[in-house]
């Protein structure tokens, strides 16, 4: 081999390795950027997860409030707890004109939640109102057993053991296996 070939392998050479490690080179800057697409993608698709179930929530909460509103006006006006009454309509377009003015601007996770919280309130009330009405099938009530489930008294747990024993108080005045007479129980149900 003459020393001009000699050279000439060495530049091939040279030239192959230069090109493996550039292409070792590429192939780990494209993993990397096919990397984090995907740890992008999946992000995305996390969030607007989390943003379908929060929307589906705020969707249920707002028709249940719309439907509890129909069934209450779809009734004549009972001369009836017309204080409670009034304070819950007043609750129900107060609420509705918040989230309406609030619905156009911009609103930090604490806001969002503070309307939902609303939302859920407004409907809690007026169904409550249709309930104490006397509106609605029997068969649709809760049992006693429903009522004394853990779940609401856990949830209860978390705001003291005040809650929780005028919620069991409430419960035993209202049970047909209760001694005390029948006019007490809705004064117990009210101081809950």
Do not use: C
């Not at 003459?2 to 192939?27: C, F, G, H, M, W």
């Not at 409030?65 to 304070?87: A, D, G, H, K």
């Not at 911009?106 to 969002?112: I, S």
């Amino acid at each position: 081999m003459t020393p001009a070939l000699a050279r000439a392998a060495i530049r091939s050479a040279q030239q192959k390795q230069a090109i493996d490690k550039y292409n070792r080179e590429v192939r780990l800057h494209s993993g990397a950027v096919n990397k984090a697409v995907n740890d992008f993608n999946r992000e995305v698709r996390a969030y607007n997860a989390k943003a379908r179930a929060h929307n589906s929530r705020v969707e249920n909460q707002r028709q249940r409030l719309n439907q509890e509103i129909r069934r209450l006006q779809s009734r004549r006006t009972p001369t009836t707890f017309v204080t409670y009454r009034t304070s819950v309509t007043t609750l129900t377009q107060t609420y509705m004109a918040a989230e309406t003015r609030l619905a156009s601007g911009h609103l930090t996770n604490a806001g969002r939640e503070l309307v939902n919280r609303g939302s859920e309130e407004a409907g809690n009330s007026v169904y409550l109102l249709n309930a104490m009405d006397g509106d609605g099938a029997a068969e649709d009530d809760p049992t006693e057993e429903e009522l004394r489930g853990p779940s609401i008294q856990s949830e209860l747990a978390a705001f003291g053991q005040d809650p929780v024993d005028r919620w069991t108080g409430a419960l035993f005045s209202l049970s047909p296996r209760s001694p005390m007479p029948r006019g007490t129980s809705a004064r117990a149900l009210a101081r809950f």
